[in-house]
């Protein structure tokens, strides 16, 4: 056998765009629980451009080889992807991005986000550079408020970098300005980032509540998940820096000491316990420094897991 033998071929995969061989729509047209919406940035910073335009096709091709097994067990779930053996998620396809019109990015990943949540479908956003998330919550005003639970290990306090607002550091700082976000958990923080001593004085200011990635490890998830009001609307927001190299190092900014998998895991499965996962994104993979597709495979069953929890919540 001269090729390299394929899980996907073992199960009967088929060639597909989407993620994980869902049903493909628009953000005008999807139904269900769930949509995938890829975004390769929103606004970049002029020293290292979209840097992370290759995240979105790099996850979904992490889960291309188990388009076949939608509804076979999942044991990270305890069941199917879809426990009522009907898929009931799509993938929209990743909102079109100009690299030299950050304004118009942000509009149309914000247009793209409040057309889903119009129709009732969490929206679940594959990145793309820590910029997208900010015009993904934009969308979310006027309606719930919202619990952010971030996962990353870095903080997002700059007031500007580079002379810009809107940029992947800042993300955390807009979002505690947004009305409708009533509450923030960051948690994983670790090593050096671009926060200053000030920005982390502000966060705290604001009411932020950190939980470092060496008090998660020496506590556990337990009390973080108390920190997640009960009946909440939570959006997580994954960095996936958050996870520790040895399972990602598809980032741009890696850092020893980081979450591992089944921790990240069951603080999403928390956090849809103690209230409702309202949308989320992963966001920051570098597709050009995960040569054996490993990391792809990480954040895409990051992604599976999402998709069951928010099917599970709304089959009640």
């Given at each position: 056998m001269s090729q390299i033998p394929a899980i996907g071929a073992l199960f009967g995969a088929v060639d597909s765009s989407t993620f994980m061989g869902l049903p493909?729509?628009?953000?005008?047209?999807?139904?269900?629980?769930?949509?995938?919406?890829?975004?390769?940035?929103?606004?970049?910073?002029?020293?290292?451009?979209?840097?992370?335009?290759?995240?979105?096709?790099?996850?979904?091709?992490?889960?291309?080889?188990?388009?076949?097994?939608?509804?076979?067990?999942?044991?990270?779930?305890?069941?199917?992807?879809?426990?009522?053996?009907?898929?009931?998620?799509?993938?929209?396809?990743?909102?079109?991005?100009?690299?030299?019109?950050?304004?118009?990015?942000?509009?149309?990943?914000?247009?793209?986000?409040?057309?889903?949540?119009?129709?009732g479908v969490v929206p679940i956003s594959l990145g793309g550079d820590d910029s997208v998330p900010y015009p993904q919550l934009l969308a979310y005003e006027g309606r719930r408020p919202l619990t952010i639970l971030q996962l990353d290990a870095h903080i997002d306090w700059r007031e500007e970098v580079q002379g810009e607002r809107y940029g992947l550091s800042s993300t955390m700082r807009l979002a505690a300005a947004m009305p409708h976000v009533e509450k923030i958990i960051q948690v994983g923080a670790r090593a050096i980032g671009s926060a200053r001593p000030s920005d982390h004085a502000d966060a705290l200011a604001a009411g932020v509540t950190f939980v470092t990635a060496r008090d998660l490890h020496a506590n556990g998830v337990g009390p973080v998940l108390d920190l997640i009001p009960r009946g909440a609307e939570v959006f997580v927001a994954?960095?996936?820096?958050?996870?520790?190299?040895?399972?990602?190092?598809?980032?741009?900014?890696?850092?020893?000491?980081?979450?591992?998998?089944?921790?990240?895991?069951?603080?999403?499965?928390?956090?849809?316990?103690?209230?409702?996962?309202?949308?989320?994104?992963?966001?920051?993979?570098?597709a050009e420094r995960d040569p054996n597709g490993l990391a792809a495979l990480t954040a895409a069953r990051i992604v599976t897991v999402l998709l069951g929890l928010i099917a599970r919540q709304a089959a009640g």
């Open positions: 493909a729509a628009t953000p005008e047209t999807a139904s269900g629980s769930a949509a995938i919406l890829g975004a390769t940035t929103a606004t970049p910073y002029a020293s290292v451009g979209a840097y992370c335009r290759s995240g979105p096709a790099a996850i979904r091709a992490g889960a291309a080889p188990y388009s076949a097994n939608l509804l076979h067990m999942d044991f990270d779930l305890g069941g199917p992807i879809f426990p009522a053996g009907v898929v009931t998620a799509t993938d929209c396809g990743d909102v079109t991005i100009d690299e030299a019109d950050a304004a118009g990015n942000r509009e149309r990943i914000r247009a793209a986000t409040g057309a889903l949540l119009d129709r994954l960095d996936v820096d958050a996870l520790d190299p040895s399972v990602m190092p598809a980032v741009i900014g890696p850092a020893p000491g980081g979450l591992t998998y089944t921790q990240t895991v069951e603080l999403i499965a928390g956090a849809a316990g103690r209230g409702r996962i309202a949308g989320a994104n992963v966001v920051e993979f570098v």
